[in-house]
């Protein structure tokens, strides 16, 4: 998801939006869709990535660096979520899509933790 | 210890993160506003009302635009800047906005504060800065403050001035003549381009790439 949307960005192309309303290519095509001219969507590449990789590694460090990554995007995806509703007034639903995830892989990675801590001596 | 090591490293994972949020959020709001790159865009570039470019420019590119229009705004972002710097700088090209407001109710005071921003020879920073800050089609987003907030953002505009250009009959009367233009050119979306030479006619729909635009300027530059 987060890697269509790169390319779409990167190419100027328009994402496909279920709605038809535009509100993907309104969000895109804002000045809220780049942090220092990279892809915001790019950047959920890195989340992701992140994410993956702490599935990977084992215990403690897996499940730190899972609560880590997933803590950063679902703060940040509030505050996406608050200028799509209050500022650009227009919805993306890759957007709340990858908001959801996030959030249901924070929920998980804080489960995560709370086993560790009952497995171990925390 | 184990016990105390590992809530310490999970207070610093929180913080950490907390932090790292934080200064995303900031970077997002300050960086991408478009002042600095409409300034570096369009800082030597001269103006006059809605024309951007040398008068003298053999080749004229006429864009129909509306401020709403979200290919406008992709046109606005991907491709106008290069065509700026590849022709519009060097004087082969001049553009001139035929800014109109047919997209809905919000078109029209976004039309008529770009076209006052115009009358200070403004037009191009305001409609750029615009079109990086646009929200959804008709969704109320276009409000005085929006306008307003855009107008401070826009380099040696006087709000006075720019204010009570607004309402002016002046401002009316180059909507009615871009509309009017509009209507003679029979056309079928925004944006439009007419690129017109001493080669001839020819136009473009939609946010094209620069590829498109520079075969056009090409057939039309040359008698």
């Known amino acids: ?122 | 210890m184990i016990k105390q090591r590992l809530s310490w490293l999970l207070a610093i994972v929180v913080v950490s993160a907390v932090a790292v949020a934080a200064l995303l959020v900031w970077l997002s709001q300050t960086s991408g506003g478009g002042e600095e790159e409409v300034r570096e865009l369009l800082g030597n570039v001269p103006q006059s009302g809605t024309m951007l470019g040398s008068e003298d420019a053999p080749v004229t590119i006429y864009l129909y635009e509306d401020l709403q229009c979200p290919s406008c705004a992709r046109f606005a972002r991907d491709t106008f800047p290069e065509l700026v710097r590849r022709y519009v700088e060097s004087g082969e090209v001049k553009v001139i906005s035929e800014t109109l407001a047919i997209l809905g109710q919000d078109s029209v005071p976004a039309a008529r504060a770009a076209l006052s921003a115009g009358e200070q020879d403004r037009y191009w920073e305001y409609s750029s800065l615009f079109f990086l800050n646009q929200g959804r089609e008709n969704s109320g987003y276009v409000t005085d403050e929006f306008l307003t907030n855009i107008a401070q953002k826009t380099q040696a505009l006087d709000m006075d001035q720019w204010n009570e250009a607004r309402d002016s009959d002046a401002v009316q009367s180059e909507l009615d003549s871009a509309q009017a233009s509009a209507r003679d050119e029979g056309l079928e979306g925004t944006p439009t381009l007419v690129v017109s030479g001493p080669g001839g006619t020819s136009k473009l729909v939609g946010a094209v790439p620069i590829d498109h635009v520079s075969a056009e300027i090409d057939k039309v530059r040359s008698s």
């Open chain 1, 1 to 122: 998801m987060s890697a269509y949307l790169t390319w779409v960005h990167l190419l100027g192309l328009t994402p496909v939006c279920l709605s038809g309303n535009g509100g993907c290519e309104t969000v895109q095509s804002s000045r809220y869709a780049e942090i220092l001219g990279v892809p915001v969507a790019a950047l959920g590449m890195g989340g992701y990535a992140g994410l993956l990789l702490s599935v990977v590694l084992r215990d403690e460090g897996g499940a730190l660096l899972g609560l880590f990554v997933t803590l950063v995007s679902v703060i940040f995806s509030a505050y996406l979520t608050y200028l799509e509703l209050f500022v650009i007034y227009a919805i993306c639903q890759w957007c709340v899509t990858s908001a959801a995830l996030m959030t249901a892989a924070f929920i998980l990675c804080v489960v995560r933790i709370s086993q560790l801590r009952k497995k171990r001596y925390w």
